[in-house]
């Protein structure tokens, strides 16, 4: 079956610089989350997304942005980058918003480095 | 906002049970889960339970809920070295996962 798609898989940035991070959601899904999980730290909750538009909104740095797009697929723009940045993000994604979050699907991650 | 705690590390020998502890804060949960963490990888989705349950089981697998002491527990029967990883419990609150602090399971040969 196919799963949640993230890419790239791997990504090293300087700082200051932008990074952009795709996630492709399970077809038919159209709801996104990202998380992010520092180094030996649990995930924690960033926004997430239903029927393009923001849902909820967690620990999302002002200097990050995301959108989901008429695919679904939804993108995290990530600006002037610092080194405390460096984390594995991670997509999820379910149907039906609300009521389908009790099922979220967990990608595989892009790990950012930023030196 | 939620707080989930877990030990953080435990170690089993092979073929021993291996029992791993969550306590959360949020009553209103309605889901909480168990996730693993393999070394740089994602998170695999073990199982979950309705906070109306007080048990569920899957196959080496047993989840224990006491909902009036905010407590769960995660029961792996005959551990394998394979699985060796990081478990996180999770509560679902809204439709955002908090998770907890992680706990490293680590199976001796």
């Known amino acids: 079956a196919a799963g949640v798609i993230q890419s790239p898989r791997h990504l090293i940035k300087e700082k200051r610089e932008t990074a952009t991070l795709k996630c492709y959601p399970i077809?038919?899904?159209?709801?996104v989350y990202w998380y992010q999980q520092g180094p030996g730290q649990d995930p924690q909750f960033l926004i997430s997304?239903?029927?393009?538009?923001?849902?909820d909104k967690g620990s999302i740095p002002d200097r990050f942005s995301a959108q989901q797009f008429s695919d679904y697929h939804s993108e995290l723009n990530m600006s002037s980058l610092e080194l405390g940045d460096s984390a594995l993000y991670f997509c999820a994604s379910s149907l039906g918003g609300l009521a389908g979050a009790v099922e979220q699907y967990f990608g595989p991650g892009t790990r950012l480095t930023v030196t | 906002g939620e707080d989930v705690e877990q030990s953080l590390f435990l170690s089993v020998r092979e073929g021993d049970s291996s029992v791993i502890n969550c306590t959360y804060t949020?009553?209103?949960?309605?889901?909480l889960y168990w996730y693993k963490q393999e070394p740089g990888a994602g998170l695999q989705l073990l199982t979950y339970?309705?906070?109306?349950?007080d048990m569920k089981q899957d196959q080496r697998l047993t989840v224990l809920l006491n909902k009036k002491d905010k407590h769960l527990s995660l029961r792996i029967a005959d551990t394998q070295t394979g699985d060796s990883a990081i478990y996180f419990c999770?509560?679902?609150?809204?439709?955002?996962?908090?998770f907890g602090t992680g706990t490293s399971l680590t199976v001796i040969p």
């Open positions: 999770a509560e679902l609150g809204g439709n955002q996962f908090y």
């Open positions: 949020d009553s209103s949960s309605t889901y």
């Open positions: 339970i309705f906070s109306n349950m």
């Open positions: 077809p038919r899904h159209d709801t």
């Open positions: 997304f239903y029927e393009k538009m923001q849902s």
